[in-house]
């Protein structure tokens, strides 16, 4: 069993529509393959519903990424400028220590999604 | 690196909690009462304790809601009580909460924000120097 430590879980919170687009970026550009999207509703306060109990309630994406520590600040960047998460309901990301992670990659010449 | 300047939050906490589906909404609008911006709420299978709790074992309802919610460390505590509260977490089987720390967490924030929270933060830096 390869297990690693050091490493960074950076989860990120984006409106529906976005995730796949920067799963392709991290694989295509920063050859990250430990990447996992699922979805969620979102509630925020402030909603123009808000007043009515809970608050609007929006289909979010949720991306999950495990990364080298030593790359994480890059990664995390990285993400931010891809999921363009700088403007408003554009969504949140944040990072968390991990203390070990399983080596996962992908079985070699496997061919791309089309 | 990332091509712009990243507001990064540093004094962050996730609350996690998973409970019974249906019971989401309560405990989120708890968590918004004691001062929470927002939540996420997926959907997730449990198993476990209902196993062995009402008759047929059906008294736990087999669905679960998880509920992530980042808060203030400071207001952290607050928070996780009255979610803790709101979703009879005490009682056997109906789910359980944990906090995480968070290294750091960034979002969009409007520029008059970001300049008062840099005013404030140099003002006390300066307060602290000249005592």
Redesign the interface.
């Known amino acids: 069993m390869m297990i690693t430590n050091n490493q960074k879980l950076i989860t990120c919170i984006l409106p529906k529509g976005i995730c796949l687009d920067v799963v392709k970026s991290l694989k295509e550009e920063k050859d990250i393959v430990t990447a996992n999207v699922n979805t969620a509703r979102g509630v925020g306060k402030l909603t123009p519903l808000a007043y009515r109990g809970v608050g609007e309630q929006t289909e979010k994406e949720v991306l999950t990424v495990a990364v080298p520590g030593e790359d994480a600040d890059e990664i995390f960047g990285f993400i931010y400028d891809e999921a363009k998460i700088d403007r408003p309901h554009g969504g949140l990301i944040y990072m968390s220590n991990l203390d070990y992670v399983s080596a996962y990659s992908l079985p070699e010449d496997l061919p791309e999604e089309e | 690196?990332?091509?712009?300047d990243?507001t990064v939050l540093t004094d962050?906490s996730?609350i996690t909690c998973i409970v019974q589906r249906g019971i989401a909404?309560t405990i989120?609008?708890a968590a918004?009462e004691a001062g929470?911006?927002?939540?996420?709420?997926?959907y997730a299978h449990g198993e476990g304790v209902r196993e062995r709790l009402g008759i047929l074992a059906l008294a736990v309802e087999v669905d679960k809601e998880v509920i992530?919610v980042?808060v203030a460390k400071d207001q952290a505590d607050r928070i996780f009580e009255r979610m803790y509260i709101a979703g009879n977490l005490d009682t056997p089987g109906m789910g359980f909460i944990y906090l995480?720390?968070?290294?750091?967490?960034?979002?969009?924030i409007p520029r008059e924000i970001a300049e008062k929270l840099e005013q404030e933060e140099a003002e006390t830096k300066s307060a602290a120097l000249s005592n």
């Open positions: 690196m990332s091509k712009r990243i962050v996730l909404d989120v609008k918004q929470a911006q927002g939540a996420t709420v997926h992530n980042v995480t720390p968070l290294e750091k967490a960034a979002t969009y």
